[in-house]
């Protein structure tokens, strides 16, 4: 809501580009896959759904196929895993909250489908967190698994630094420092947050020129008809 | 040109005509159809609601085809409709756009009415069937919210499930038949979805009903005076339908740069996170058109007196027609009403204001206020205005 | 109210004549590029490429004469492991004169299945379960369960013969042989269905009558 002057911009600016996303969101994914996706999911999103991000049919079968899903039991009562699909939801590593709560001193890592929306200040402010780590000033003392954060109103998050030099090699070759692993996840979490985003754009250029033209034939029209009756 | 009543039977039109008599009913009712000549852009907006109850009705039916009403899916559902259904993102905007464009034309609509006088004799009916679709359209609108079941779907229903159980009398029965069980849960999500779309096709009868009235009386006109001679009016066909088209391209224009570009406008962004009923957001609000009452409601130090004057706001509405007895319809001639009914427009604007932001000092003074202006506009000022008027 | 309130000129009249046509054509042209992307919602979701779902099947269990079935993308799944006796009789000349389709040419299976056995091995057939006539699922008649029985289906929702092989009898009211999905053997007892790697283009949407 307060951000509209900037979505209004970013609205008219952006629909020349082609619909697929562009190339920090890319980055962002493999950002996602290698750190994020250790501790959060994106339940509401499907493995096949990258395919507008510009993955391949078989990069998404490959991706897909390394992870496990939860699949039953088996004769004896135990769980079974079985390999995802395409069409699957890129689930959460925990199979249950309580497991997920275990892992993180009793927090539970949120869901990422929505986060750039939700969270107040969006993609931005997911890019602020995950940079102002800083070690405890003296004199401030963390509960065990909280993390000194200056991007956070208590100052502190459940969250371990997720993020360091060159953990990651980049394709493209761009280097991946702290810095521009954040911007290229928050680029790729915006993307997640606002599905067919630039499609609908896109589509709402030509729609618009549509109605303008039909708003000039009516407009015409009607003064033809009207002409000398007012 | 003969009337195809007067045909002999070989003439396939008139065979029809004589037994089904519609082709001569459209014709007199949207091709003939006297019209004044002086309308403005105001006496659009009823075709514009009409146009949007249409693409309400159709995007809801698809997406009722892919919503699942229950509790542990109903939120996956609604994702899938925005991320995985094909043209889903589509379908979900049209609709929830389209509450806004409902809305925002309702609320210019009765406007319109209350400017002109298109209330009073022998219009009395014609407003009380739009006031009906407006509380049946706030009804919709509700429970249509509650349906996607994040959290302000909860919330707001939680919140306006326990007003409803405030009223006196009626109110605890109608809310337990409402909720169906101790909290708001799975039956009470099938009631509302059932509740949401039932009322979405009484309400196209309802305006079916509507504008049945206003083809007995007739369109008012920024003049009040009724037209007495053929030569005072046109055709609605093809004055009015050239005239509506054009400004209907213009409406869609709105609709449309909401539904593509700013789809996340005036939606709260609470709603994509999943209803949980252990935690209330921090900042919880309604949805704009809902934003004075809510003024209304938290301005009143008082549940039940709260509860009163939000409703009571609304029923000043109904009674309008008898408080003000004044023959004289449009306000542009009545020097009081000129005055008096901007401010009441405005109180109305400063509540919406206020119900959207949070309940400092200064918010509850302006809500109060301005409901304060409302109700003496309409309890007072009309009926005083009206008094004056007859006696001069 | 009548033609005499439109203006006199005449070839003003038809300028808006054209005016009026083009609008109201340019009108329902839109109305109906609007229909579109709700009829397109209405999609089957599962019919895109990228949704062919995987099975791994172990088929170690399976001794010959023996058949099994399976869900796979909510279809029934057949799988047969077929004796001597089952591969003659399908190549048997008086009862390929049966058969409606006896050489496969409608497309009713990927390429690596267009075969006298209909199966990318002829020890094991796979075939979809769906009766090409109306939908009901056929059933395995075991060889020797009955003097006639060679191993082939019935479906008994209106009397459709289907071979071991899938193909249809010319007597039966169903139009089509079974139709088989994609299989890749990954091993002599390892069976993955959903995709072919003798025939990779192939998706279920290919097939003529399921
Ligand atoms: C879904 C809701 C509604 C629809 C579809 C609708 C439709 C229409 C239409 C098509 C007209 C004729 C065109 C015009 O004058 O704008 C009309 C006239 C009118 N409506 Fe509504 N309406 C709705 C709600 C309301 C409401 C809520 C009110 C007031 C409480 C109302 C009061 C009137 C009046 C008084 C007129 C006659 C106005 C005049 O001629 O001056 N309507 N309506
Ligand atoms: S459905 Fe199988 S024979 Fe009719």
Redesign the interface.
């Known amino acids: 809501m307060t951000h509209w002057p900037r979505n209004f911009l970013l609205a008219t600016s952006l629909t020349v580009l082609p619909a697929a996303a562009s190339t920090p969101a890319q980055r962002g994914l493999m950002v996602f896959q290698q750190v994020c996706s250790a501790c959060h999911g994106l339940e509401h999103v499907d493995y096949g759904d990258m395919s507008s991000l510009g993955l391949s049919t078989d990069e998404i079968r490959k991706w897909a196929a390394d992870q496990q899903l939860p699949n039953g039991t088996d004769d004896n009562g135990d769980p079974k895993t079985r390999p995802a699909t395409a069409t699957d939801p890129i689930l959460s590593p925990y199979p249950n909250e309580a497991v997920g709560r275990l892992a993180n001193h009793g927090l539970l890592p949120p869901d990422l489908s929505r986060l750039a929306l939700t969270l107040p200040g969006g993609a931005g402010e997911i890019r602020q967190i995950l940079l102002s780590y800083a070690p405890a000033p003296a004199g401030v003392k963390l509960d065990e698994g909280r993390y000194y954060n200056t991007a956070l109103k208590w100052k502190h998050i459940g969250m371990p630094p997720p993020l360091q030099d060159g953990m990651l090699t980049y394709p493209d070759g761009t280097q991946a420092t702290p810095a521009q692993m954040a911007g290229d996840v928050s680029a790729f979490l915006d993307w997640v947050a606002h599905p067919h985003q630039a499609e609908r754009r896109r589509i709402g250029i030509y729609v618009l020129a549509y109605l303008a033209l039909m708003a000039l034939l009516t407009f015409l029209l009607q003064r033809r008809i009207w002409k000398g009756r007012r | 040109m003969t009337s195809p009543l007067k045909t002999p039977d070989t003439d396939p039109r008139g065979w029809f005509e004589r037994r089904l008599p519609v082709m001569s009913l459209l014709r007199r009712e949207y091709v003939a159809f006297p019209m004044p000549r002086n309308l403005n852009a105001l006496w659009s907006f009823g075709a514009f609601l009409i146009v949007t109850m249409v693409f309400m009705v159709a995007s809801g039916l698809f997406l009722a085809i892919n919503y699942t009403p229950d509790i542990t899916q109903a939120f996956a559902s609604v994702e899938a409709i925005d991320r995985q259904i094909p043209s889903g993102w589509f379908i979900r905007s049209l609709h929830m756009g389209g509450v806004t464009m409902l809305f925002a034309c309702l609320y210019i609509h009765i406007g319109r009415s209350l400017w002109y006088g298109s209330y009073k004799a022998p219009r009395e009916l014609l407003w009380l069937t739009g006031l009906g679709l407006m509380l049946m359209v706030m009804v919709t609108a509700f429970a249509g919210y509650v349906l996607p079941w994040g959290q302000m779907s909860y919330w707001g229903a939680t919140v306006i499930l326990n007003a409803v159980h405030a009223i006196p009398l009626i109110g605890q029965p109608l809310s337990e038949l409402l909720l169906g069980g101790d909290t708001l849960g799975n039956v009470a999500l099938h009631r509302l979805f059932v509740l949401h779309f039932t009322m979405a096709f009484a309400i196209l009868a309802a305006i079916a009903l509507h504008v049945a009235a206003l083809h007995v009386v007739k369109s008012n006109n920024p003049s009040g005076i009724d037209p007495v001679s053929p030569s005072q009016t046109l055709p609605f066909h093809p004055y009015y339908t050239s005239r509506d088209g054009f400004a209907l391209c213009l409406f869609l224009m709105v609709y449309a740069g909401l539904v593509f570009f700013l789809p996340d406008l005036l939606t709260l962004a609470d709603n994509y996170v999943q209803a949980n009923p252990l935690v209330t957001p921090r900042d919880i609000r309604p949805e704009w058109y809902f934003a004075p009452f809510y003024a209304i409601l938290r301005a009143v130090p008082s549940r039940l007196g709260g509860l009163l004057l939000a409703s009571g706001s609304l029923a000043v509405l109904f009674v309008l027609p008898w408080l003000d007895r004044s023959a004289v319809r449009p306000a542009t001639r009545r020097p009081m009403v000129r005055l008096s009914l901007p401010l009441a427009f405005a109180a109305f604007i400063l509540l919406g204001i206020a119900g959207m932001h949070a309940p400092t000092p200064a918010w509850l003074l302006a809500s109060r206020v301005a409901m304060a202006w409302w109700f003496i506009h309409f309890l007072l000022v009309m009926p005083l205005a009206s008094e004056r008027e007859m006696s001069s | 109210?009548?033609q005499s309130?439109?203006?006199p000129s005449s070839d003003?009249t038809r300028?808006?004549d054209l005016?009026?046509t083009?609008?109201v054509v340019?009108?329902c042209a839109?109305a109906c590029a609007l229909a579109?992307?709700?009829v397109?919602?209405?999609?089957n979701?599962?019919a895109?490429?990228?949704?062919d779902?995987?099975l791994h099947v172990d088929l170690s269990s399976l001794t010959p004469g023996q058949d099994m079935t399976l869900r796979w993308r909510d279809w029934p799944v057949f799988i047969q492991h077929r004796t001597p006796e089952m591969l003659a009789a399908l190549q048997a000349p008086d009862h390929l004169a049966t058969l409606r389709d006896a050489d496969s040419k409608v497309l009713q299976q990927p390429k690596d299945a267009t075969n006298w056995h209909r199966s990318v091995r002829p020890e094991y057939g796979v075939l979809i379960g769906v009766c090409t006539h109306l939908g009901c699922v056929p059933s395995f008649e075991k060889p020797g369960s009955t003097p006639e029985a060679k191993g082939g289906y019935f479906c008994p929702c209106h009397g459709s013969h289907f071979d071991a092989a899938g193909r249809v009898a010319r007597r039966a009211p169903a139009p089509c042989n079974l139709p088989v999905p994609p299989v890749t053997f990954l091993s002599d007892t390892k069976l993955r269905i959903g995709h072919s790697a003798g025939d990779p283009g192939f998706s279920m949407s290919d097939i003529q009558q399921i």
């Open positions: 109210m009548t309130e439109t203006p003003g300028r808006r005016l009026a083009g609008t340019l009108g839109g579109v992307p709700f397109e919602s209405l999609k979701p599962a895109t490429p990228l949704s779902r995987l």
